[in-house]
């Protein structure tokens, strides 16, 4: 029996009324200015920690939560009555009851808050879970999917997301589902394109007719390219690393990864000169490794790089440009960036990462940094991640 995910916001319901007044009712809290509504439309959809993260002069993890808790508490109050019904949705959903498919909401909202806005459009009685965030754990589309999947016993093979956003999209491939983006929400062609939908619909019939396609037809070619660059791995190795006081576990970070704002001065040097320094760098937190860090391009001394011949590319972030030392009798590369990264990972546009391996010090704050073993990897340990971690042969899995 096949396993429908379905996203909330964009894709049932349209949330933008309640989700825009709640963002600037928590920006005011935290007495900063908030953009016109219209201009708070784009983080409709996405987990709010990106949302705030961007939208906060200090972005710092705690002014975050406290942002998420203000937008929360005031969500409790007017966001549900101002949710409305996607038209088709309730004839669709009632579609998928009379085919004896069930039907699991995934969102990044609350439980609480996603079952306010099903019971006020009457289509609770349709859906058989729900999953999504809570107050203490901000989970990505991923690690949600993931989860109705392991409660439900259902294989990914057999499972479909329909949702109207790239993280819907992503969160379905990581785990080796199908994913069906919808054009009525507020994500584009373009993003669930780029992003690698299997299909991408404009009516809730044409949904429909592709999940009855899906289920008499072969998937398209690109999906089981997507399934097998797109997994989660599940391997894991026997003992984890325990973490003490101010630590993080590489074991706690999510796939598909998550940006967040660097929180120390980042430095490198090479070559007795400092090649690149920021207070202002971006941490990619990816499970089984250690974080890596994207310095603005302003930061870098770009005079000392040239570009290499070869790229790369990454499943979630897009194909990267590698660079290496101007002038320099070695051709290894030093530094990747992503000139046009995937929907999720804008920011890291006119950002540059580097090799800890290949250059002689990277630091973070006044701590040096270890590079991670392998040559294809780029992250730098400092004490305040754990691992193990993923480099030595034997762990490509992880």
């Not at 929360?72 to 007017?78: I, S």
């Not at 959903?93 to 995934?106: G, H, I, K, Q, T």
């Not at 660097?262 to 207070?279: C, I, K, N, Q, Y």
């Not at 897009?318 to 999720?344: D, F, I, N, T």
Request: hydrophobic content about 40%; overall charge negative; aromatic content about 8%.
């Amino acid at each position: 029996m096949p396993l429908i995910l379905l996203d909330l916001d964009g894709t049932l319901a349209d949330p933008g009324e309640g989700i825009t007044h709640c963002i600037t009712h928590a920006l005011r809290e935290m007495a900063v200015a908030s953009p016109p509504a219209k201009a708070l439309q784009r983080f409709i959809g996405p987990p709010l920690e990106e949302a705030f993260s961007e939208l906060l002069p200090d972005p710092t993890p705690a002014h975050v939560a406290r942002a998420i808790a203000h937008y929360r508490a005031r969500f409790e109050e007017v966001g549900p009555a101002t949710a409305i019904a996607y038209p088709g949705v309730g004839t669709l959903l009632a579609a998928l009851e009379d085919r004896n498919w069930p039907a699991l909401v995934v969102t990044f909202k609350s439980p609480d808050h996603a079952l306010s806005i099903l019971d006020r459009l009457d289509f609770r009685r349709y859906v058989a879970g729900v999953y999504g965030a809570e107050p203490t754990r901000h989970p990505s589309k991923a690690e949600l999917v993931d989860q109705a999947l392991a409660a439900r016993g259902v294989a990914a093979a057999d499972t479909v997301m329909v949702g109207d956003r790239h993280h819907d999209v992503l969160g379905a491939h990581a785990n080796g589902a199908a994913a069906i983006g919808v054009g009525w929400g507020y994500g584009s062609h373009d993003e669930l394109t780029r992003a690698g939908a299997d299909w991408v619909c404009d009516t809730t019939d044409e949904v429909l007719d592709r999940l009855d396609a899906w289920l008499s037809g072969p998937l398209p070619t690109t999906r089981a390219n997507l399934i097998a660059m797109r997994r989660i791995n599940r391997a894991r190795p026997q003992r984890i690393e325990p973490t003490g006081p101010n630590q993080q576990s590489c074991w706690e970070f999510p796939r598909p990864p998550r940006l967040v704002p660097a929180e120390a001065v980042l430095r490198v040097v090479h070559e007795g000169a400092t090649l690149a320094e920021s207070a202002h760098a971006w941490q990619v937190q990816e499970t089984a490794g250690p974080p890596t860090y994207y310095f603005p391009v302003e930061a870098v001394d770009r005079h000392r790089l040239e570009p290499s011949d070869d790229d790369s590319l990454c499943e979630w972030k897009g194909r990267a440009q590698h660079w290496r030392m101007r002038g320099s009798s070695k051709s290894q590369v030093v530094a990747w960036s992503y000139p046009e990264p995937l929907p999720g990972y804008e920011r890291l546009r006119n950002h540059l990462a580097f090799f800890a391996s290949r250059l002689d010090a990277c630091y973070v704050g006044e701590e040096r940094a270890l590079p991670q073993l392998g040559n294809y990897y780029g992250g730098w340990i400092t004490r305040a991640v754990t691992g193990p971690f993923k480099g030595l042969p034997g762990t490509e899995d992880w």
